[in-house]
């Protein structure tokens, strides 16, 4: 999975199902594991990481 896609993919989640974005995708990542999809399993891992830094970013328009 090239990074756009898994960037493109976290932005999904996170637009679906905002906080709760993680949860659903560490589900999604382990019925892949369960499935035996090693690179499935591999591919939701970056994308878990890349909503968690969504995630953790400062909306832009925030006051210091």
């Not at 906080?19 to 999604?28: E, L, P």
């Not at 999809?37 to 994308?47: E, H, L, M």
């Not at 830094?53 to 400062?58: A, C, D, G, I």
Request: net charge negative; hydrophobic share 40%; no cysteine.
């Amino acid at each position: 999975m090239i990074e756009r896609d898994i960037w493109r993919s976290a932005k999904r989640f996170v637009d679906l199902y905002g906080d709760n974005a993680t949860i659903h995708a560490v589900m999604r990542h382990g019925k892949l594991l369960e499935q035996g999809d090693i690179d499935g399993t591999a591919a939701w891992r970056q994308i878990i990481t890349a909503i968690e830094e969504l995630q953790n970013m400062e909306p832009s328009g925030a006051v210091h």
